[in-house]
């Protein structure tokens, strides 16, 4: 399974002094939240909930101390402190202290360990942040940037997994349609939004995975789009797919050398029955939170419409084991980000 792809790479960091080593237990618990982390939350659980973040790579399980200075030779020393988290670092050498959180994907938010928990938990139900951000301003602040951070880190994924992002396979439907000109829903509603869509969007989905597995790429409407189209076509689609298009794009897909059939959906609606609409509708529920990410990422700006698409894949491919996946994958994106991490091998993109 894909979300095993990365677990791999855990190992690359074992040398980070102590920030993420081998006997992280990852699981795939789809409610890690519920039935491990809660209970952590409640007061006074502040040691055990550090245990866990500790042991999950999430804050580091050593320090040592970063005064150049000091001659202590022995690392730095947990103890518990009257600060948010609850413990810091002590050097018995020169006493500095370091927080719990140092250097971790934590360090950047000023709030509770567990208020960050809850508000990672809430990006990965989706539920939207004016409904998880809890009193006062600071705190919606503090959690729209956790979102912002898990998105971020979604990206990255995405994007470090970009080059391995087939669809399709011998066989397989494949289904390449465009936001909002093709068939992806029955009643795009045009008229509620007031810049009519000017953010188009290629949108390729592998029927094969359930849900529906979706890579999806703004448009720019240039003059080489066509040209465009294509080649994300032939870099996406694995060999011996079928692929479904629009009537637009049919005449640009239907000669594409490997794939095994092109069909139009025009051609797919002769098949139905009573002129039912079946097949659109089968195509509506396969493109239902696709369409829903291309109106809402409308109003946003490139930049961040890119990110939203990344965020739309990322749910799609782990949406089912999001808490357990986001978190491992913070753990690897801090260790990647971390200067005292060890150089990565040449086989990760620059970006
Ligand atoms: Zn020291």
Redesign the pocket.
């Known amino acids: 399974m894909d979300n095993n792809n990365s677990s791999g790479t855990a190992d690359l960091y074992a040398a980070d002094g102590g920030y993420a080593s081998k006997d992280v237990c990852y699981n795939n618990d789809p409610n890690l939240f519920e039935t491990t982390v809660e209970p952590l939350l409640a007061p006074g659980r502040e040691a055990d909930l550090c245990e866990w973040l500790k042991k999950n790579g999430l804050i580091a399980k050593e320090q040592k101390?970063s005064?150049n200075e000091?001659s202590?030779t022995e690392k730095?020393q947990w103890h518990r402190a009257r600060v948010v988290d609850k413990f810091n670092w002590v050097?018995l050498?020169?006493?500095?202290k370091l927080p719990a959180r140092h250097s971790s994907f934590f360090s950047d938010f000023k709030c509770e360990l567990g208020y960050a928990l809850k508000v990672i938990d809430g990006w990965c139900k989706n539920i939207p942040l004016t409904n998880v951000g809890g009193e006062g301003r600071t705190k919606a602040n503090v959690a729209k940037r956790i979102y912002n951070g898990c998105t971020q880190v979604a990206e990255w994924q995405l994007k470090k997994m970009v080059t391995d992002f087939k669809l399709g396979g011998p066989d397989v439907v494949v289904i390449v349609d465009i936001f909002p000109d093709g068939n992806m829903s029955l009643e795009v509603p045009t008229t509620s939004h007031n810049n009519n869509f000017s953010k188009r969007v290629l949108c390729i989905a592998d029927t094969a995975h359930v849900p529906v597995r979706v890579w999806a790429s703004l448009l720019d409407g240039s003059n080489k789009e066509n040209y465009k189209i294509l080649e994300m076509v032939k870099n996406h689609v694995m060999q011996g797919s079928t692929i479904v298009t629009n009537e637009i794009l049919y005449p640009l897909l239907h000669n594409l050398p490997g794939i095994g059939e092109v069909i139009s959906t025009e051609a797919l609606m002769n098949l139905d029955i009573n002129q039912d609409q079946k097949s659109l509708k089968n195509l509506e529920t396969i493109w239902a939170t696709t369409v829903e990410a291309c109106i809402q990422l409308q109003d946003m700006s490139t930049t961040q419409a890119e990110q939203h698409l990344y965020e739309l894949q990322w749910r799609q491919m782990y949406g089912f084991i999001a808490f357990p996946s986001i978190i491992q994958q913070i753990v690897e994106y801090t260790a990647y980000h971390n200067p005292i991490c060890p150089p990565l091998p040449s086989i990760w993109p620059s970006n």
Do not use: V
């Open positions: 101390c005064n000091c202590a730095m050097c050498e020169c006493k500095k």
